[in-house]
């Protein structure tokens, strides 16, 4: 059953890395909505799968496996909240960035970040962003948040992120931060690439600084 749990995550945690295509599908506003038909099904799924485990184990008795169940299912639940998260862009045309980034980084702690023994703190200014621009920005903070809880800590306890969102009257400044280790620049693989995309889409720029006391990248964009 935990392995079962852990193949699921991984799934979530690949649709993060390529969650976003290339400049064409802002262009393109078929490919843009069917980026999110294809975060809502994603979501939907995992309803599906939570549903097959309640009837595949429903006339166990044990209460170990009951146990091990109930955690896997809340799992599974996390993980389609936070796909539903990352598809706000759909549903409304403009929409308070704090609610969304406060909202979002919940549905990151419960569906990986606590699992993965992360704490995370949110701070974020009020303002009226396009759920698109919100949509974007939620892209990138999963995926610096996810990139963080899986490299930044190795075996360190005290583990913590924290998500900021500052006005700085001219511009906004995303800063996704970890107490991890440091690490090396980032790669130049396809989540780095894909990252980039998200960038470029939000016109923002990203700078990255890496330390004994750990990583923070900024992200500024003009909204």
């Known amino acids: 059953m935990e392995a079962f749990l852990s193949r699921l995550s991984a799934v979530c945690e690949h649709d993060f890395s390529v ?45 170990e496996l009951q146990e091990s169940l109930r955690r896997c299912e809340a799992r599974i639940v996390a993980l389609g909240n936070l796909h539903r998260f990352l598809t706000i862009g759909g549903h409304q045309e403009w929409i308070s960035v704090q609610f969304y980034i406060e909202r979002l980084c919940e549905a990151l702690v419960e ?20 759920s698109e621009h919100c949509e974007l920005l939620g892209l990138i903070i999963a995926e610096l948040a996810t990139n963080a809880a899986k490299h930044a800590f190795r075996e360190r306890d005290d583990r913590l992120l924290r998500v900021e969102f500052i006005n700085n009257t001219d511009s906004w400044v995303c800063v996704v931060s970890d107490n991890g280790v440091g690490s090396r620049a980032m790669s130049s693989g396809v989540g780095s690439r894909i990252l980039e995309s998200q960038l470029q889409a939000l016109d923002a720029n990203l700078v990255r600084k890496s330390g004994l006391d750990g990583t923070s990248v900024a992200v500024t964009c003009q909204i």
């Open 19 to 63: 969650g976003w295509l290339p400049d064409s599908a802002r262009r393109d506003a078929g490919e843009f909505l069917l980026l999110r038909e294809m975060h809502r099904r994603v979501a939907n799924s995992f309803a599906v799968v939570c549903g097959i485990l309640r009837r595949e184990f429903a006339s166990s008795a044990q209460p």
């Open 111 to 130: 569906a990986v970040l606590e699992p993965m023994g992360v704490r995370c703190e949110v701070f974020a200014d009020d303002g009226i962003f396009r």
